[in-house]
């Protein structure tokens, strides 16, 4: 097993509310400077920057997972992250396909910018990508599943867009098998009230909006390898042994 330092949380400046110095080589490259193994930008239903921070990551030597943050129907925020790129890529035309038909208002609600591999601005969302998409948060496994990846639950902890907060619990029939808790402080707490979670995988990602804001090497996830296939793989798997749930160096 290979232990590597991660943050599986970021958001570019794909995301309305992700500041506009949020580029896919300015991301990889900070995560480079603070030592990160892999990450995963992450921006609110969609995967348009994806390619970007791969070919960024390459160039990086930093293994980037596509991925993508979606509001489900339920407004329930959850992390999907994909074994390729293509995959993550049909899941974007899926979702977008899916959302209100509201266009962005950049006065009100900030850019949505897609960069191409060079890190230049070549294109905007024109749907307003913080809307919640017409996927429930009951059909979301599957359907991440579908398009060989996984998906957990965002920031379980907070007030707002959380699994626990909007739906007041957590399914008994869920299926998820890794959980992202903000604040680690309170993971007891949540575990105590919400017998679950004993059997995930808890991960603490940054949510990052700001180049300053992506996580520093402190935790680690343990992995076959360190590649796209092996990392879904591994947040997708039962959780076996305590140790490898959470550590910290």
Not at 59 to 71: Q, W
Not at 94 to 109: Q, S
């Amino acid at each position: 097993m290979n232990s590597i330092y991660y943050d599986l949380h970021i958001h570019s400046c794909a995301s309305p509310c992700g500041d506009d110095d949020m580029t896919p080589a300015n991301i990889v490259g900070m995560a480079a400077v603070k030592g990160l193994d892999v990450i995963a930008v992450t921006d609110h239903n969609t995967c348009r920057n994806c390619p970007a921070v791969l070919a960024a990551a390459e160039e990086y030597g930093i293994t980037a997972v596509p991925g993508m943050e979606i509001c489900t129907s339920e407004e329930v925020h959850a992390v999907c992250l994909f074994s390729t790129l293509e995959a993550a890529m049909d899941f974007d035309m899926y979702i977008y396909e899916r959302l209100p038909a509201i266009k962005n208002r950049e006065d009100i609600f900030g850019r949505q910018e897609i960069y191409n591999c060079q890190d230049e601005k070549c294109g905007t969302i024109e749907k307003l990508l913080i809307n919640a998409c017409s996927v429930s948060f009951d059909d979301l496994w599957d359907l991440v599943r579908s398009y060989e990846g996984v998906m957990f639950p965002a920031h379980i902890d907070k007030n707002a867009n959380s699994l626990i907060n909007n739906l007041g619990f957590i399914p008994p029939d869920s299926r998820f098998k890794t959980a992202e808790v903000h604040d680690l402080k309170k993971l007891h707490g949540l575990r105590t009230s919400n017998p679950y979670l004993n059997s995930c995988r808890i991960i603490s990602n940054s949510d990052a909006h700001y180049l300053p804001d992506i996580k520093e090497p402190e935790l680690t996830i343990d992995v076959e390898e360190n590649s796209i296939k092996r990392i879904v793989e591994a947040l997708g798997a039962q959780r076996v042994q305590k140790t490898l749930d959470l550590q910290r160096i």
